[in-house]
């Protein structure tokens, strides 16, 4: 499985963007799909994972209510749609896909990992 994330930018507060993961390889759609961020001098961290059907979800506390997540299988795609944006989400915000075991909010279960976007909020 690859994954390619894209979309970042500078950004004002309280502006809405969308990142995008073009996901491809075998069997990529049986995959549980996420988003982690690390700011800078800070542990990457879980944002939020959507499930391999997209049946389901599961946001950090920090992103919920402001951030989407969504895939489109037929598409290959998964999308974060991250609205009112704060100066405490600038960080490079990485892809990932894993199988359907494990933590969901843990790195180790996530098995294939993009190269990260970066998203700068300015206040």
């Known amino acids: 499985v690859q994954l390619q994330a894209c979309g970042g930018g500078l950004m004002q507060t309280g502006d809405s963007l969308r990142l995008s993961c073009v996901v491809s390889?075998?069997?990529?759609?049986?995959?549980?799909m996420g988003w982690f961020r690390q700011a800078p001098g800070k542990e990457r961290e879980f944002v939020v994972r959507?499930?391999?059907?997209?049946?389901?979800?599961y946001y950090a506390n920090s992103v919920k209510g402001r951030f989407t997540i969504s895939r489109d299988n037929a598409k290959n795609m998964v999308y974060l749609q991250m609205n009112t944006l704060k100066p405490e989400d600038t960080a490079v915000y990485y892809c990932?896909?894993?199988?359907?075991?494990?933590?969901?909010?843990?790195?180790?279960?996530?098995?294939?990992w993009g190269q990260g976007t970066q998203v700068t909020v300015s206040s």
């Open positions: 959507i499930s391999a059907s997209g049946g389901s979800t």
């Open positions: 990932a896909a894993g199988p359907a075991v494990g933590y969901i909010d843990a790195e180790r279960s996530y098995d294939y």
């Open positions: 390889g075998r069997a990529s759609r049986n995959y549980h």
